[in-house]
Every structure is written in C-alpha cells, then in structure tokens.
C-alpha cells in the first residue's frame, strides 16, 4: 500500500487476512460481544442466552454492542457453536448450575444414526437472517466475521453429553469405536461445510473455525481427530473469503498450515512471533494478548499490547486479538485501552 492509501476497517482487516501490507494490524476481539458489557447483561435481563442467538434482531443488537463501544475493526457474528448440533437434532440447554446439558449423549451408533445432516442448515436459517440483518446494520466499512466450531470440538460435547470437567468420550470414541467417532465427525464436517458456506453468501468478510478442544489430542492423534476435517472443511468453502482455525493448545504448526487456512490463531501460551516466523510468509497469524491482562490495569494491558505490536511490527499478516475469549470479568476500560494502543500503532502514537 501506499502512504496515501487510507484504510477502511473492512479493507484492514481482509488485507491482512490475506497478508497484504496495512498501516496497522487490525483488532477485534473473541468474545467481545457478551458478558463483560453492561449493555449485553440489560439484553440478557429480558431474554435468555438461546432466545438472543435464535432471534436475529437481538443477535444483531448483541453483535454490534462492541462496535459502538469499542470501535474494532471487525464484529463476529454473535452465537453458539452448539448451534450446528441442535440443528442435527441434539438440542442444549445451560444447567443450573452452570454448563450445557446436551439432549443425549451421542454414544452409540443409533445415536448418531438419529442426528440429521439434510435440512440442518435450513434449521440454521436463523443465523443466516441474523447475518443479512447484521450486515445491513453494520458500518460497511466494518468488516464481519462468521465462525463455526470444528467437528473435534462439537464431538466432546456431544459424546460427553454437555460440559465436562474432564472431556474423554470423544477420546475414548476414537481410540475403541472408530467408526462411531468418524460417522460423527462425518456428519458434523458435511453440516459445517454448508452452515459456513450459508454465511458466507449471507454476507460476512471471514469465517473462523473454532478447534477450541484442539490441544486435548494426543500428539500423534491430531490430524486423526481434528485437522483432517478441518481441511476438509476449508477445501470445500467457498475461496471469496478467508478462513481463520483458531486451534487452542495446538502446536503442530506445520500441519496446521496444511488445513489451508489463511490465519492461524495462536493462544497466549507461545510467543507471537516465534510461531510467525515459522510460518509460511502467505499464512498469517491471529492473537495473542492473554485475556486475564484484562483484569489487571491500564498500566499492564498498554504494556502488554505494545509488546507484542513491537514483535509483529514487521510481519504483514498479522490481526491482535487475544489467546482466548474475553472472559466475563474483563474490565470494559482496559478492553478499550487495548484498542485504543493499536488503533494509534498506525501513527507510531501508541501509549507508553
């Protein structure tokens, strides 16, 4: 780019998706939506968690929340990745005290034989309304991401039957009854194949995977279980949009690369920029700031910040976000001093 080209948000971030050169990394945050924003909770007074996500008008409300606050450069389509497994036929719903209970646990092969691929993503049509509306109400200079979680991830829940302390069905799945564990997985990656294709015609600028239980996998069982099916989702997605695998605890680089996705997210517990550099220079990178900074002070999250802006300043392809979700005591002023330090990296302005 230029020095004379100015940059919208939009054009920011799916530059730096596809490691173009921009006058500064572009920010958004997962989670940002939610339980942090006092704005989210006075929503969550009058509606519960499932009747947001399935209602697109206040799924748009929600999404948009942190744009008017905090001015990222990007919203993420406010949802559940447990969507996709109530649309097959699994539904959930939050405990009392506290967690999601899944309608069964899948664990047999009836069980799996009862979950229905055709017409889940018409089930989804919902999130495809939320998308259009959300896009017609967002700044078109923002740009908007989609997401789904990977087949690995929606396994644990539904073969665990809701949160676990410790999630070992899908494990178990994998290493005795294989052909169980891969019917599931077979099913999951064909519906998030066409719920990830749905929103991108709906309008979004990006999709993320979500391979959230990712670094539960035994080393050598990290393709078996999780990357062969993202790759799998990833080749079949239509190629107009980038596609960010956000695989928490994962560290096979190499083989995350293979996935064919665009940007890698890097969780908080590596180096930014020692993962950057052994990467391919046309896979870029998503991360990395530790969500807890976010309970500190002012004082720590501008320090924090500025270091890994200083590590990547180099590197094109590079989005700040955190290693994680933002967690629901984050402080809403220490969230919009992270922002604010990258918003002024374009100027080498960034607060000391």
Not at 115 to 122: N, P, S
Request: charged share 25%; hydrophobic share 40%; glycine share 8%.
């Amino acid at each position: 780019m230029t020095n004379q080209e100015t940059l919208t948000c939009r054009d920011r971030f799916v530059r730096a998706c596809r490691c173009e050169p921009v006058d500064r990394p572009p920010i958004w945050m997962m989670r940002q939506a939610g339980r942090a924003l006092p704005e989210y909770r006075a929503v969550k007074e009058k509606h519960s968690f499932v009747e947001i996500v399935q209602t697109p008008e206040l799924a748009t409300e929600v999404t948009l929340q942190p744009i008017r606050r905090f001015g990222f450069d990007a919203a993420i389509l406010f949802s559940d990745i447990l969507v996709v497994c109530e649309a097959m036929g699994q539904s959930y719903s939050f405990r009392e005290t506290g967690g999601i209970e899944m309608a069964f646990p899948v664990q047999s092969a009836g069980n799996v034989d009862r979950l229905e691929v055709q017409g889940a993503v018409e089930r989804l049509d919902y999130v495809n309304q939320a998308v259009r509306m959300i896009r017609r109400e967002l700044d078109p200079q923002k740009a908007l991401i989609g997401f789904s979680g990977s087949p690995w991830t929606l396994a644990n829940f539904m073969m665990e039957g809701g949160s676990s302390r410790e999630f070992v069905q899908a494990k178990k799945a994998m290493y005795a009854e294989p052909e169980l564990f891969e019917g599931l997985c077979r099913k999951l990656t064909d519906v998030i194949v066409d719920y990830l294709n749905m929103q991108i015609r709906a309008g979004v600028d990006a999709v993320q995977i979500f391979d959230t239980s990712g670094g539960t996998l035994a080393g050598n069982q990290v393709e078996q279980g999780s990357l062969r099916w993202i790759r799998e989702i990833v080749s079949k997605l239509d190629k107009s949009v980038p596609v960010i695998v956000f695989s928490k605890g994962t560290r096979h680089w190499e083989s995350m690369v293979n996935t064919g996705a665009n940007i890698l997210g890097v969780d908080w517990s590596e180096r930014l920029s020692e993962v950057a550099s052994n990467l391919p220079r046309n896979v870029g990178v998503q991360g990395n700031l530790d969500p807890t900074v976010l309970e500190s002070s002012p004082e720590v999250a501008i320090r924090e910040t500025n270091r890994i802006l200083e590590e990547m300043k180099d590197r094109s392809g590079f989005i700040f976000n955190l290693g994680h979700g933002v967690r629901p005591s984050s402080q809403v002023e220490l969230m919009q001093a992270v922002v604010e330090t990258v918003q002024a990296s374009a100027s080498n302005t960034r607060p000391a």
